[in-house]
C-alpha cells in the first residue's frame, strides 16, 4: 500500500460505491466525476484557470498539510474505503462539465493557492445604484410642495386671471413655436405666486414635469449645484423606463454630479429622455413636460444664472425635446442680457417675455380714486423713516382693511 494513501487525497472513479460514500459531504457543492488520472496539485490549479481542470475531487487531510494523490491501484483504493474523508473546512469541487450550480465564496490568487473566503463580496453588491446617488443630490426643498415651503404664497382665485390662463394656454399648446417663457418683475410683483399657482394647476392636470424654485437663504437651493439632479429626478419619476435610463447614466459615470451644468443636463436628461422615446418605452407627446423654475435672481452670482439659461437654450431648446419652460426672476442683468432685442440677446428669438406689472396696473381696485397718489406714498415712505412705529401703525391699519394677495 502506498504510504501517500493513509492521509487522503483524489479519490479514484475506480473505486466502488459503498455506505461510507453515501454519508453526506461537509460541503454544499455538487460532486463531479472522478478522474483515474493521477496530476499533481499544480497542475489542477493551472487547469482550473485555463477552464480544462481533471475530474476530481480534492479533500482535506488529517494532521499533514500537504495535499497527497493517490495512485489507481486496487490496494489504495481498498485503503480508502477504511478511511473515513476527514472534514475539513476548505474542501472544493473541481467541476469541469458540471451544470446548474453555483459557486460562492470562490477565490484563485495569482500565486495560485485556493482559498474559500467570507469576506469576498458578490459582484452584483458592489454594483453602484445610480438612483439612489441621484437621490443624495437632491434639493427638496426646492419642489413647489416642499415641507420647506410650507403656505406658499400663491394667488387667490379671483386674481391674475388673466395672465394665469395665458400661461396656462402657452403651456398646454405643445405645437407651439416657442418653448421658453421668461417672466420678469419687480420685488413684491407676484411672480412666485404666479409660479406656485401654475405649479398646482400643472400637477393636476398631469403636465408637471418638474419644478425648482430657488431661494437665497436656503444653500440646497441658492446655487447651481442640485437643479439637474432635482429636475432629472422629477422626470424620472414620471416614467419607469426613463428612470432607469437616468440611473444606469450615473453608473457609467460616478462623477457627473461633479461636471459642469451643461454635461449634466445633457447626461441626466436629454440623452436619457432621447434613448427612451427612441426605444418606444416613453411617448413624448402626453409625457409632462412643463418644467418651473422660480427666483433666478435668487441663485449666487450673475455668471450662473447665465451658465443656467445658456445651458437651458443649448440642451433643451436646440434638441428635440417637448418641455415648456417657464422661468420668473427679476430683471437683474443675466435675464436682461439674454432677453434683449440686440444681436447679443441669445434668447431673444427663442423665448417670450413677460413683464410683470405691479398690481396697481391689474387689479380694479388700484384704478379707484381712493387709491394712494405718488405724493401721499412719499409721505408715508418719509415718516417710516423717521420712525419704526409709524411704519409698524401703517402695516397694522393695512392688516385691518384686509390682506391683498397677487
Not at 473546512?89 to 467541476?95: D, E, G, N, Y
Not at 485556493?114 to 438612483?131: A, E, K
Request: net charge negative.
Amino acid at each position: 500500500m502506498s504510504p501517500r494513501s493513509k492521509k487522503g487525497g483524489i479519490k479514484s472513479t475506480e473505486q466502488k460505491q459503498c455506505p461510507r460514500d453515501k454519508q453526506p459531504t461537509t460541503h454544499d457543492l455538487p460532486t463531479a466525476e472522478r478522474s483515474p488520472d493521477n496530476v499533481s496539485i499544480s497542475v489542477l490549479l493551472e487547469k482550473a484557470k485555463r477552464l480544462t481542470v481533471a475530474k476530481a475531487t480534492l479533500v482535506g487531510v488529517a494532521e499533514d498539510p500537504t495535499l497527497y494523490l493517490a495512485d489507481g491501484d486496487p490496494s489504495t483504493a481498498a485503503a480508502h474505503r477504511n478511511t473515513p474523508p476527514i472534514e475539513h473546512p476548505t474542501t472544493l469541487s473541481i467541476l469541469p462539465n458540471a451544470r446548474n450550480f453555483r459557486v460562492n465564496n470562490m477565490h484563485i490568487d495569482s500565486s495560485q493557492h485556493v482559498t474559500n473566503t467570507q469576506h469576498v463580496h458578490n459582484t452584483l453588491d458592489n454594483r453602484i445604484d445610480g438612483w439612489k446617488m441621484l437621490l443624495e443630490n437632491v434639493a427638496s426643498n426646492a419642489l413647489y410642495d416642499s415641507s420647506a415651503r410650507f403656505d406658499a404664497p400663491r394667488c387667490d382665485e379671483d386674481t391674475r386671471v388673466e395672465v394665469t390662463d395665458e400661461l396656462m394656454d402657452w403651456i398646454h399648446d405643445r405645437e407651439g413655436p416657442k418653448r421658453l417663457l421668461c417672466m420678469t418683475g419687480a420685488a413684491g410683483a407676484g411672480k412666485s405666486a404666479l409660479q406656485q399657482t401654475i405649479a398646482e394647476r400643472c400637477s393636476k392636470s398631469n403636465t408637471l414635469g418638474s419644478a425648482f424654485f430657488f431661494s437665497a437663504g436656503d444653500p440646497t437651493r441658492n446655487n447651481l449645484t442640485r437643479i439637474v439632479p432635482t429636475i432629472a429626478c422629477q422626470l424620472g419619476l414620471r416614467n419607469p423606463a426613463l428612470r432607469n435610463a437616468i440611473g444606469n447614466a450615473i453608473e457609467e459615470d460616478p462623477l457627473i454630479f461633479k461636471r459642469r451644468l451643461e454635461t449634466q443636463m445633457d447626461t441626466l436628461i436629454v440623452t436619457p429622455f432621447q434613448r427612451v422615446c427612441e426605444s418606444g418605452g416613453l411617448d413624448s407627446s402626453t409625457f409632462p413636460h412643463a418644467i418651473l423654475i422660480d427666483g433666478l435672481d435668487e441663485c449666487s452670482g450673475e455668471d450662473n444664472q447665465d451658465e443656467l439659461l445658456s445651458t437651458i437654450k443649448h440642451c433643451l431648446l436646440y434638441n428635440d425635446l417637448p418641455f415648456r419652460i417657464f422661468i420668473a426672476s427679476r430683471p437683474e442683468w443675466a435675464i436682461r442680457s439674454a432677453l434683449d432685442n440686440d444681436s447679443e440677446g441669445y434668447l431673444c428669438q427663442l423665448a417670450y417675455h413677460m413683464k410683470l406689472s405691479d398690481i396697481r396696473s391689474r387689479d380694479r381696485r388700484a384704478q379707484s380714486l381712493l387709491w394712494p397718489t405718488k405724493e401721499d406714498i412719499e409721505k408715508l415712505v418719509a415718516a417710516a423713516s423717521d420712525s419704526g412705529q409709524s411704519s409698524t401703525g401703517l402695516l397694522k391699519v393695512v392688516n385691518k382693511l384686509g390682506r391683498w394677495n397677487c
